[in-house]
């Protein structure tokens, strides 16, 4: 899930769901992507999403990409307080979908 999650968050053509003409795969692979690329935004619309990491530079574009898809809420989690608080500054507009939380992983009461 991981892997797909990146694949379509980096992919270019995740937003239009259209695959460009010169994309080189077969021609089953089109149909199958095609399905994805049209199913990404029904996924994640209305959902709860945890992203961990959120203030490193590959977590908050994943914040910035998922808010394209206007899940339910978007709880980002690191242990960088400063982070937090420029990533709530970047995101202003968002404040209604996005929750900032400071904390560890490996703490297992706070990730509850």
Known sequence: MLFSLY??????YFETGVI???FKSSS???GTQKRKFSNIAS???GKDIVVTGGCGSIGSEIVAQLLIFKPKRIRVFDTNESGLFALEQRFKEHGDVLRYLVGNIRD???LR
Do not use: A, I, T, V
């Open 20 to 22: 460009p003409h010169n």
């Open 7 to 12: 694949f379509f968050l980096w992919n270019p």
């Open 43 to 45: 996924f994640f619309s």
């Open 28 to 30: 089953s692979q089109k």
């Open 108 to 110: 297992k009461e706070r």
